[in-house]
């Protein structure tokens, strides 16, 4: 590489230091020039580089990037599902307005929990720790967007009566809570993202969707002809 | 292999190097950079707005006399929008930008959050928080020392309305307790009250019914700049079929003029002359309606009164005025004149409306008149697309008032404004003349304790300098108003009353509107802060003062004083929010009027004809004085309004001064509209900074080149100038009143200022 430096070959100064070098250590490849050893070398490093950058970005990164958090009470869909008439629209309704009411509040648990039904350890303690001190639980939304996304249920269920299952998964039928990937940058759920760091390939069946805005745009597209207005979502 | 300095940079190179491309290939970099830039939107001092469920209060505006229907939207119980009340009668869903932004004023920095008593000097702005039990008892104690020491007619009440509950309320509170000076605030609607009760001899709030009309002729009206209820003027304008015609006349090209059918500029002042002038050609080319002005009128042909004595008729009034001269005063050619007049006289269903502007100054009665005789003229009073005086709603029947002697000697005293006194036996109110009567009177202020409620007469009233003054030499002033505006903080006591988001107060028929509706504002929103209602404030304070004052409030708050007058609607009106009485127009063949003659009367009769010209009571015109003389004061300085600028005793919301444009306002500094001809007489260029100077006040200025403007006039809105309230409005322009005086009309004692002289020195 300093060949490749005009100032050190001509220098008046630099010629004195460098060139017994050879001569004193190492006369026997006074003939050949001095990087070619280390060429090797330089190549050795810049693949220990590329590669461990590469097996960092691609298991170590998503691992620092997400936290892992449990929900607050460890809630069972199934159960549940099999004991309201409705369906999901029975605690996530639509209000009267159309609009969403998304998460249900405590005020639509009371009714049956206002005191525990089971000896279930999760229930006695959503019992104790929400109901009787009238707290609301400090759910973790899997599918929470940014303020400037405005996305209407109404449109989508109602209007283009799609099922809650094709955006959001199985649901409803799990036991247990997920985990809940937040990451550490944005707050928002590792499910908006995808759970694939690369966004290659497709969720299984079951899994809910991503939901970047590309997402939306590629379902758009199929389903409409079209991804899309700005407006529509960006109000 | 061996590692030195120089081997170790290059081999360290490459590891980084080697490091950076291997990243390109994994997701992390895209990732990080999507991630970043969500970070960067979710900083949490960036504010958010609450989500939840979504509702919707009906109520009605009470931010101007409009009296509009509006849909509040909340969220999780906060108010966040106000949209316009598609149900309520009189704007059916459109709402101006006051209306829209009144969230502001609920949230915004003005609001006085606490019963307050000054400390140090007036105006300094140095308050002490008191409660409200200390605050009302020490108001009590002062209205009782007032009482005891015999002279409660000292005591004044200044409000923003006269209609409705609360007024009543507080009038109910003055005559219990002895005074007779409650005195509103004035606006055109006064005048042409006046004019119609002259003519009609029916008290009552004029109602136009413009939605039916096909010929508007506005003298200088602003009839899409805020004039009357504005979110029903937009309709007006949305809605109007092609074949509808309105003229506007005035001498500036403002936005109601700019939208009209025709815009006619006339020398300021002068509309007078000019409704005279067309009612000339009308009689002379016999295009009147005969049948009512023969059957119905009386005073339009020379007549002879009871005492023998002859007096002139409408008729001859109007010959005086033929085009030719009226061409002269207006500066409108005389052809456009007889034009008008033909159009006007042959439309099906022609209506003429005055009052300049919003209306905040009532003009002229002569001007009022003579444009009600053209409504006459063409015979449209009390018909469909015509004018007629709409009674107040009568809803209002309370227990009488028993009144002890003290309170029966005060109410003997005489007005102090010297409304219906014998000068002024027609007008009611009389605020303009107060400041001038303060300040002349000899030894102390005939006035020592002023209430002042939904009014702010140190912004509103002409004159400032004199305004302020007069203010000074009252002892005891308390403010009621919610806000920091400009009375409140000149006050002794500011007993803050609730936002008009927060309160319950009945909105009697909106302002111009030709239906008997009468709406129910409801609080959308507990009272944020510590504020009381002000009707609460005066039931409480009659009680305080104990004796007869409290026997005439037998109840225990405001809402039960409304339940108790709603009677058997109360429920009806609480769940619909507007209450509309049909309002059947008289049998157009069945005119019935109550003056003396029993007709409309084209020769007003009950008009104080001994300060008129030649001793006659009939319209006539008489140039509005103007103040300034013209050697020294070469320009003629007019206001003009705005849609985006509130020149009431509610301030702007700072989102409508967003909306000011900077040819209106820049940088703090008002702009004035000047003709280019004009502005080069004087060598001034577009953006120059002048000094703007009339005979009352001072203003620094920027110039601002206007063709629409009549050469030798200058306009500046009305509006600005703030000097309370926030940092979002004081400071920003000019105040108008600060460069007007009151001018005294000879017949109602009503302001009818419309300009006054003024000069521009280069700054």
């Given at each position: ?146 303020d ?88 | ?42 900083w949490p001092w960036t504010p958010v707005p609450e989500d939840g469920e979504i509702t919707y209060k009906q109520s009605v505006c009470t931010l101007c006399p409009g009296g509009c229907g509006i849909n509040v939207r909340l969220v999780n119980g906060r108010p966040i929008k106000i949209e316009g009340s598609?149900?309520h009668?009189a704007n059916?869903?459109s709402l101006c930008p006051m209306g829209i932004s009144g969230l502001q004023y609920l949230y915004g920095p003005s609001r006085v959050t606490s019963p307050l008593k000054r400390e140090g000097k007036r105006g300094e702005g140095k308050w002490k928080k008191v409660s409200w039990e200390e605050a009302l008892t020490a108001v009590a104690k002062k209205l ?11 005591v004044a009440c200044i409000t923003g309305s006269d209609r409705g509950t609360i007024p009543n309320l507080i009038g109910r509170f003055l ?7 409650y005195i509103r605030s004035a606006n ?37 700049d805020g004039?009357?209820s504005p979110g ?125 502007g919003h209306g905040s ?68 109110f009389?605020l303009?003349?107060l400041p ?11 006035i020592?304790a002023l209430m002042v409620t939904d009014a702010n007469p140190l912004y509103t009233l002409p004159?400032t300098a004199?305004t302020k003054?007069a203010f000074d030499?009252i002892p005891f002033i308390v403010s009621f108003s919610p806000y920091m505006d400009e009375t409140a903080s000149h006050a002794d006591y500011i007993l803050p009353n609730h936002s008009y988001l927060e309160r319950l107060q009945d909105v009697p028929?909106s302002t ?6 009468t709406g129910l504002a409801k609080p959308v929103v507990k009272p944020l802060y510590d504020t009381k209602h002000v009707g609460d404030s005066f039931i409480h304070m009659a009680k305080a ?8 409030f037998?109840w225990d708050d405001y809402e039960a004083f409304l339940k108790?007058t ?7 009106f609480k769940?619909?929010g507007v ?62 309004d705005s849609i985006r600028l509130a020149s009431g005793y509610m301030a702007n919301a700072p989102f409508m001064t967003k909306t000011v444009d900077?040819?209106v306002l820049k940088n703090q500094i008002g ?46 809105p009305r509006g600005l100038g703030h000097t309370a309230y926030s940092e979002y409005l004081a400071d920003k322009g000019t105040n108008f009143n600060e ?25």
């Amino acid at each position: 590489m300093s060949s490749t430096d005009p100032n050190q070959t001509v220098s008046t100064e630099a010629a004195p230091e460098t060139a017994p070098t050879p001569v004193d250590h190492e006369p026997e490849t006074n003939d050949s020039p001095p990087s070619k050893s280390s060429g090797w070398a330089v190549f050795l490093f810049f693949m220990i580089g590329f590669v461990g950058s590469i097996l960092s970005g691609w298991i170590l990164f998503p691992e620092l990037l997400y936290s892992k958090k449990d929900q607050p009470i460890d809630f069972n869909h199934a159960v549940h599902l099999d004991m309201v008439s409705d369906e999901c629209n029975s605690c996530h309704y639509f209000r009267d307005d159309g609009s969403f009411a998304g998460m249900p509040d405590l005020s639509s648990c009371v009714d049956c929990h206002e005191e525990a039904q089971t000896d279930d350890p999760e229930e006695i303690k959503f019992v104790d720790e929400y109901v009787t001190p009238g707290i609301e639980v400090p759910w973790l939304n899997h599918s929470k967007q940014p303020d400037c996304v405005f996305f209407s249920h109404s449109a989508h269920v109602i209007g283009a009566d799609m099922s809650c299952e094709s955006c959001h998964g199985d649901i409803g039928t799990s036991e247990h809570t997920r985990v809940f990937e937040e990451n550490r940058l944005t707050g928002y759920s590792r499910d908006i993202w995808g759970h694939s760091i690369s966004r290659l390939g497709k969720p299984e069946a079951g899994e809910p969707l991503p939901m970047k805005m590309n997402d939306c745009a590629k379902c758009h597209k199929e389903e409409t002809g079209h991804k899309g207005a700005c407006f529509q979502c960006h109000k | 292999m061996k590692i030195d300095r120089r081997s170790f940079l290059t081999y360290g190179t490459a590891l980084v190097l080697g490091g950076a491309a291997g990243s390109m290939l994994t997701p992390a970099p895209w990732k990080l950079t999507d991630d970043v830039a969500i970070w960067t939107q979710n900083w949490p001092w960036t504010p958010v707005p609450e989500d939840g469920e979504i509702t919707y209060k009906q109520s009605v505006c009470t931010l101007c006399p409009g009296g509009c229907g509006i849909n509040v939207r909340l969220v999780n119980g906060r108010p966040i929008k106000i949209e316009g009340s598609k149900d309520h009668p009189a704007n059916k869903g459109s709402l101006c930008p006051m209306g829209i932004s009144g969230l502001q004023y609920l949230y915004g920095p003005s609001r006085v959050t606490s019963p307050l008593k000054r400390e140090g000097k007036r105006g300094e702005g140095k308050w002490k928080k008191v409660s409200w039990e200390e605050a009302l008892t020490a108001v009590a104690k002062k209205l009782a020392e007032l009482r005891e020491n015999g002279r409660p007619q000292s005591v004044a009440c200044i409000t923003g309305s006269d209609r409705g509950t609360i007024p009543n309320l507080i009038g109910r509170f003055l005559t219990a307790y002895g005074s007779p000076n409650y005195i509103r605030s004035a606006n055109a609607q006064d005048a042409i009250e006046q004019a119609i009760y002259l003519a009609q001899g029916k008290q009552g709030t004029p109602g136009f019914d413009i939605e039916k009309a096909d010929f508007i002729l506005s003298f200088g009206s602003g009839l899409l700049d805020g004039w009357g209820s504005p979110g029903r003027m937009f309709n007006l304008y949305g809605n109007q079929k092609p074949a509808k015609k309105i003229i506007q006349i005035e001498p500036r090209l403002s936005d109601t003029a700019a939208k009209a059918t025709q815009w006619i500029g006339i020398n300021p002042g002068t509309e007078g002359a000019l409704a005279l002038g067309i009612a000339h050609v009308i009689i002379k080319e016999s295009l009147y309606d005969r049948n009512f002005v023969e059957n119905y009128a009386f005073g339009f042909d020379d007549w002879t009164d009871d005492n023998g004595k002859a007096h002139d008729g409408f008729a001859k009034m109007a010959k005086k005025f033929a085009p030719e001269k009226v061409s002269r005063i207006t500066g409108i050619p005389k052809a456009e004149i007889v034009s008008l007049a033909r159009a006007f006289a042959r439309a099906s269903k022609p209506i003429a409306l005055n009052g300049r502007g919003h209306g905040s100054v009532p003009g002229s009665i002569d001007e009022s008149l003579a444009v009600q005789s053209l409504n006459a003229l063409v015979g449209n009073i009390n018909k469909p697309g015509g004018i007629s005086a709409m009674p107040d709603s009568n809803y209002a029947k309370w227990p009488e008032v028993n009144i002890d002697e003290i309170a029966s000697k005060g109410m003997q005293q005489p007005r102090i404004d010297g409304a219906g006194s014998e000068q002024f036996p027609n007008t009611r109110f009389l605020l303009n003349r107060l400041p001038e009567i303060i300040n002349s009177a000899q030894g102390e202020s005939p006035i020592q304790a002023l209430m002042v409620t939904d009014a702010n007469p140190l912004y509103t009233l002409p004159d400032t300098a004199a305004t302020k003054k007069a203010f000074d030499r009252i002892p005891f002033i308390v403010s009621f108003s919610p806000y920091m505006d400009e009375t409140a903080s000149h006050a002794d006591y500011i007993l803050p009353n609730h936002s008009y988001l927060e309160r319950l107060q009945d909105v009697p028929t909106s302002t111009g509107i030709s239906l008997q509706v009468t709406g129910l504002a409801k609080p959308v929103v507990k009272p944020l802060y510590d504020t009381k209602h002000v009707g609460d404030s005066f039931i409480h304070m009659a009680k305080a003062l104990g004796g007869f004052i409290e026997n005439a409030f037998p109840w225990d708050d405001y809402e039960a004083f409304l339940k108790e007058t709603l009677n058997d609607q109360w429920r009806k009106f609480k769940r619909k929010g507007v209450i509309e009485i049909e309002h059947n127009l008289p049998e157009p063949l069945a005119y019935t009027f109550n003056t003396v003659s029993g007709k409309f009367e084209f020769y007003p009769t009950a008009r104080n004809s001994a300060t008129q010209k030649e001793n006659s009571a009939l319209p006539s015109y008489t140039p509005v004085p103007i103040e300034g003389d013209v050697q020294r004061f070469k320009l003629v300085l007019i206001p003009y309004d705005s849609i985006r600028l509130a020149s009431g005793y509610m301030a702007n919301a700072p989102f409508m001064t967003k909306t000011v444009d900077d040819t209106v306002l820049k940088n703090q500094i008002g702009l004035l509209e000047i003709n280019p001809a004009t502005a080069k007489e004087l060598s001034l260029k577009e953006g120059d900074t002048a000094i703007l100077t009339t005979p009352k006040g001072k203003a620094t200025v920027k110039i601002h080149l206007y063709e629409g403007i009549m050469p030798g006039i200058i306009a500046m809105p009305r509006g600005l100038g703030h000097t309370a309230y926030s940092e979002y409005l004081a400071d920003k322009g000019t105040n108008f009143n600060e460069l007007i005086g009151p001018i005294e009309d000879p017949t109602s004692g009503l302001d009818m200022a419309w300009g006054i002289r003024a000069k521009l020195t280069r700054a």
